[in-house]
């Protein structure tokens, strides 16, 4: 049995913990000495009485997870496997789903171990790790998958350098090697995967409902901008839905290539759509001084970037993000308003849409909204990992 640490928790957080908060923060814990990554701590008051156990991880988000508030488990290899036993058991109907084959099979705190994501590619199993003390329990976890799945072959990605960014190296852990591009499925579309490249693997699976929703119920007959494009999955999505044109805008070079393939696998001739390879600010200020206007703007930008002039917060600056897709959005136009950010919520979302609109002297219509997909499994007692918002939104 492995040592256990005991970290007293102080007593403004004693029940926060209690009711199963997961997230072990600095402010929470009296004395946080520099543990030792993925030693097991078990918070306890301030008269050593147990509250919780789980393991010290140093990741942006704070200082490890809670993994239980029993006292008698064991963090070993039973332990992982039922986590991840019921994890799999709850996305059943994906596994089962021919027309989609890529989703999230284990989402961090909201299935029971924070730090550690699994997403499922085609048979194939991918690993995020989000910081040295969670990749401490790597073999529990992998030999979890063994025990229960079949898998083609597992990739991984370690995220935590020591800015909490991906480390590169061949990410490729078990099985067979995969040949990238792999094509996986999503409600029928074409994605090119690529599991063996970077942090990103080309297409954002928390976006499934929204891309959907787009093109089966907004893009036929619309002229659509699709900004922070990334490989473009929003503009396949529209074209497929049947949208005149679609026009894609990322900063990044490799968007375009990525952009032209997406298109490319789903037999849409990328011709016949623009691809954009700028800063969308200052896209956004050439469509104004050409008069240029869409039916449909979709924008979502990281939380965070910083291109060569500007820097964009989201909770700074997504206010002045839509006054600029309002002025280019034709009237009775829909405005896809999307956010990863998990520092505010939803209300506040909607007041940046709301003053954006006012500023603008514009009025608009809420029309739906989305937060995660159900295979993004979300801890209630954590609502900062139910981190999406998307907003479809009607100017009037
Ligand atoms: N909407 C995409 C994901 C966006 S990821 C999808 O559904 O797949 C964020 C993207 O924003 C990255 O590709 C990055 O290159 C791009 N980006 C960041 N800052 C930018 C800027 N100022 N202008 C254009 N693109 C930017």
């Known amino acids: ?21 997961p997230l072990i923060t600095k402010e929470a814990i009296i004395k946080l000495n520099d543990l030792e990554e993925g030693a097991i701590v078990k918070l ?45 058991d709850y996305r059943k109907l994906f596994f089962q789903d021919k027309e989609t084959t890529a989703f999230r099979v ?35 976890i992998i030999n979890s998958l063994k025990e229960l799945v079949e898998f083609k072959g597992i990739y991984q990605k370690k ?19 995969g040949q990238f591009p792999m094509i996986v499925k999503e409600n029928g579309v074409n994605f090119a995967i690529y599991l063996n490249e970077s942090a990103m693997v080309g297409v954002f699976l928390d ?35 049947g949208a005149t044109k679609t026009t894609s805008v990322d900063l ?8 032209i393939e997406q298109f490319g ?26 008069e240029r206007k869409f039916d449909m703007v979709i924008l979502d930008p990281p939380s965070f970037a910083r291109s060569k002039k500007f820097t964009f917060s989201a909770e700074k600056d997504y206010k002045n993000l839509l006054k600029e897709a309002i002025a280019i959005t034709e009237k009775n136009g829909t405005i896809v308003a999307s956010t990863n950010c998990s ?29 995660l997909p159900t295979d993004f499994k979300t801890s209630k007692e954590f609502s900062e990992g139910n981190y999406l918002k998307v907003v479809f939104i009607k100017k009037q």
């Not at 696998?265 to 050409?290: C, H, L, R, S, T």
């Open 1 to 21: 049995m492995k040592i256990e640490i005991s970290l007293k928790v102080k007593s403004t957080f004693v029940n926060k913990f209690k009711s199963g908060y």
């Open 44 to 88: 306890v008051d301030d008269q050593n009485r147990f509250i919780a156990k789980g393991y010290y991880g140093k990741q942006n988000k704070g200082y490890g997870w809670v993994l239980t508030r029993n006292e008698l488990d064991q963090l070993d290899q039973r332990f992982f496997t039922d986590k991840i036993r019921v994890a799999i």
């Open 106 to 140: 284990f989402n961090g705190e909201g299935d029971g171990i924070g730090g550690l994501t699994i997403d499922y590619f085609n048979g194939y199993y991918l690993l995020n790790w989000y910081s040295k003390g969670i990749y401490h329990f790597r073999e529990y």
């Open 159 to 177: 995220r935590f350098d020591e800015k909490g960014k991906y480390i590169e190296e061949d990410d490729f852990v078990a099985g067979e090697r």
């Open 207 to 241: 976006q499934r409902d929204v891309r959907r929703t787009i093109r089966d119920k907004y893009a036929n007959g619309k002229n659509v901008l699709n900004t922070f494009s990334y490989t473009g999955a929003f503009s396949v999505f529209a074209a497929l839905g």
């Open 252 to 259: 990044a070079n490799r968007s375009r290539s990525k952009t």
């Open 265 to 290: 696998i789903n037999g849409i001739d990328y011709e016949a759509q623009d691809i954009i390879v700028e800063d969308v600010f200052n896209y956004f200020k050439y469509a104004v001084k050409k």
């Open 343 to 371: 520092s505010f919520g939803m209300d506040k979302f909607k007041g940046f849409i709301d003053a954006a609109f006012k500023e603008s002297g514009e009025k608009y219509k809420l029309l739906e909204e989305f937060s």
